[in-house]
């Protein structure tokens, strides 16, 4: 019914900036919260960063300052604008959202992942 679509990881220089989008599509009526996780080998998948649709926004300790999360609500879409990346950052980053898909009320969806790796 409702896909994510995760793109923008790749390989980059401790230091350095990614920007990751997440797009989603199918039968949508509305998107509550659109977030971003993500994992690392052998550790708990953890909150990155979180939007509301209302425009509200929550960042881990760890990244805020660095991390930027936006939305473009036209086109249900999310960003996550990386900055000052650390090799720490190296995981899966996962686009998670809230959707209200017709005759189905609230539903969780996830993205398939991508992989951002930060060099040292």
């Known amino acids: 019914q409702v896909q994510l679509v995760e793109s923008g990881g790749g390989l980059v220089q401790a230091g350095g900036s990614r920007r990751l989008s997440c797009v989603a599509s199918?039968?949508?009526?509305?998107?509550?919260?659109m977030d971003w996780y993500r994992q690392s080998p052998g550790k708990q998948r953890e909150l990155v960063a979180a939007?509301?649709?209302?425009?509200?926004?929550n960042y881990a300790d760890s990244v805020k300052g660095r991390f930027t999360i936006s939305r473009d609500n036209a086109k249900n879409t999310v960003y996550l604008q990386m900055n000052s990346l650390k090799p720490e950052d190296t995981a899966v980053y996962y686009c998670?959202?809230?959707?209200?898909?017709?005759?189905?009320?609230?539903?969780?969806?996830w993205g398939q992942g991508t992989q951002v790796t930060v060099s040292s």
């Open positions: 939007s509301s649709s209302g425009g509200s926004t």
């Open positions: 998670h959202a809230v959707v209200v898909v017709p005759a189905f009320g609230f539903r969780q969806y």
């Open positions: 199918g039968t949508i009526f509305s998107i509550n919260d």
